[in-house]
């Protein structure tokens, strides 16, 4: 699904009021009908009460046209109008007019007023502002925020969580509404995945209002998010007749002594995603270990016993995997930069064979094109440097990919891959994923999808997707805590079955 910039948002607007030669007040009108029905679907007129909170603009207009919906269906409402600006929005005062025709004069809140008893049994709506947030709120508008926040009522957002700007991080970080519900128009917005602006987001979902869908399939968006429908066409089935040598030999390179588990993780994950073949190379004290932990995985050991100081692999590998548990020895050090000189086809880098290309920048220049990097956020700060925004940390990271043409993967609760100027964020996984080594089940998955023949991006994407659906599926069973990431790699199968499973089945399950 795409993400729109704020931008695109009002073009679409514009070009469905012409296409359907229709008021921007009908567009607004539609839109907070949704924001109604969803509401009413779920109170069913339960006499909880309601206090909506709306500004001036069209982010209010919504909310006053929801007041109005819930007043005519006999729902105990509060209206405020937070009189942040006098210039009031054409279609706010169009429905300001009509919710005073139905007999509700909402309260106005400027910088003297009191601030309005909220009780923990309320529910909040919150029309403050939408995406045309466009400096920081005063601090009295602040303050109210901050009221809101402290009631601890269950806060249903229209479209943005009040406060939080769509493309910057927040100028005040306690003026944002921490919302327990968005309900976001049409497309989501990609600050609900950041991780500095998602904390504001509890749960969201996008209510369809029927914005112009030839604007929304033909404008080209920076970000993307990443759900089953986008990762099934990349799925390559297996074919009947097919054999082992079909699906690719990958090498995993890393360990050392005491990190000989990272590269077992690594490789036992990337048979499990499909590999036909799977090497590992290690230094010699893992050998032991890893034959006897994995029998499917062959074992080539370098010349010393705790480190790798060389990477000599007897055979051309569809793909290779580097980094997991491999160390910074001077000697470890130099034989990745001596790796790197010779090899031209593209691999996987992670773990300490990130932390050497930071150290080592000079190195950089030798990993080949489109080669696969997936650094957690503190790799990656060593790699790009230190951002003051999330906005800035993907700006830095996209100027960095494609310096040195590469697929940048940012690893976090919603991971986003970064390719040829575009983002692909992740919707799957979980916090019981935030556990030693499930980096590494990630490397294996993405070697093990390039062997098989997809793309480097295409198993970035899918691999990430896939990882955390693995680790969803996991949770399920073992909640959040007990998650290993050898966990992680027993899930990987079902994970696949999960993406073929049909929604009927989907109904059924939920009964
Ligand atoms: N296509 C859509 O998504 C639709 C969006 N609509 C609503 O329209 C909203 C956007 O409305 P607006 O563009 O009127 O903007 P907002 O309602 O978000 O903000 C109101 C106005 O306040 C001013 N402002 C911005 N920051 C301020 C600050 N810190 N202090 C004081 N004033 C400030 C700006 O001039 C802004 O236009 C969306 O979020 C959504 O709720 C719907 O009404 C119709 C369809
Ligand atoms: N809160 C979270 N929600 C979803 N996924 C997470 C979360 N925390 C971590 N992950 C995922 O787990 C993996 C952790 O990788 P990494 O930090 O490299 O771990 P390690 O180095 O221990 O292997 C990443 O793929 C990341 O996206
Ligand atoms: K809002």
């Known amino acids: 699904m795409k993400i729109f910039s704020a931008e695109q948002i009002y073009q679409a607007d514009k070009s469905t009021i012409q296409k359907e030669k229709i008021k921007s007040e009908e567009l607004m009108e539609r839109a907070a009908t949704q924001l109604f029905e969803w509401m009413h679907s779920r109170l069913r007129g339960t006499q909880v009460k309601i206090q909506l909170f709306c500004g001036i603009g069209n982010n209010g207009g919504d909310g006053l046209v929801l007041a109005r919906k819930l007043n005519e269906h006999g729902y105990s409402i509060k209206v405020y109008v937070v009189n942040y600006s006098d210039k009031r929005s054409e279609d706010f005062l169009l429905n300001l007019e009509r919710l005073k025709d139905g007999k509700v004069w909402p309260d106005f809140i400027n910088e003297e007023s009191e601030l309005p008893k909220i009780s923990p049994n309320d529910i909040v709506v919150d029309a403050i502002f939408g995406i045309g947030l466009n400096r920081a709120p005063d601090e009295w508008v602040g303050n109210l925020i901050k009221h809101i926040n402290n009631s601890r009522a269950f806060t249903l ?91 690719g030999h990958s090498v995993i390179v890393g360990g050392s002594y005491g990190k000989i588990g990272a590269v077992q993780l690594a490789a036992s994950s990337c048979l499990s995603v499909g590999s036909g073949l799977v090497t590992a190379f290690i230094p010699k004290c893992g050998y032991n270990s890893l034959q006897t932990a994995i029998p499917e995985v062959m074992v080539l050991t370098g010349s010393r016993e705790k480190n790798i100081s060389g990477i000599e692999i007897p055979f051309e590998p569809s793909v290779i995997g580097v980094g997991v548990g491999i160390g910074q020895d001077d000697d470890t050090i130099s034989a990745f930069g001596t790796f790197l000189k010779k090899m031209d086809s593209p691999m996987v880098i992670d773990a ?59 690893k976090g609760a919603h991971t986003v891959t970064l390719f040829n100027g575009k983002g692909y964020v992740n919707t799957t996984g979980n916090p019981g994923m935030a556990t030693a080594g499930s980096g590494d089940v990630l490397t294996g998955m993405i070697t093990g999808l390039i062997a098989q023949g997809y793309s480097t991006v295409e198993a970035s994407i899918f691999g990430v997707y896939l990882h955390g659906l693995a680790g969803d599926l996991a949770a399920s069973t073992k909640g959040y805590e007990a998650l290993k990431a050898s966990t992680l790699v027993e899930h990987i199968g079902s994970a696949f079955s999960e993406l073929f499973r049909q929604p009927e089945m989907e109904q059924k399950d939920k009964s």
């Open 157 to 247: 957002s229209v479209d943005v969580p009040s406060g939080l700007p769509v493309d910057r991080g927040p100028w005040e970080p306690s003026y944002v509404i921490n919302s327990s519900y968005v309900l976001s128009f049409q497309v989501p917005k990609l600050v609900f995945f950041l991780p500095r602006t998602g904390v504001y987001v509890n749960q969201w979902e996008i209510l369809d209002i029927g914005l112009d869908q030839d604007y929304i399939s033909n404008t080209e968006t920076d970000f993307e998010l990443i759900g089953r429908p986008e990762v099934l066409p990349m799925y390559r089935p297996r074919l009947k007749f097919s054999h082992k040598g079909n699906y």
């Open 352 to 410: 300490d064979g990130l932390n050497i290309l930071s150290q080592n920048p000079e190195m950089l220049s030798d990993v080949p094109e489109l080669s696969v990097l997936t650094p957690h956020p503190k790799e990656l700060e060593r790699l790009i440097g230190h951002w003051s925004s999330d906005f800035e940390k993907l700006e830095k990271a996209k100027t960095f990919a494609a310096q040195y043409n590469l697929i940048v993967v940012i």
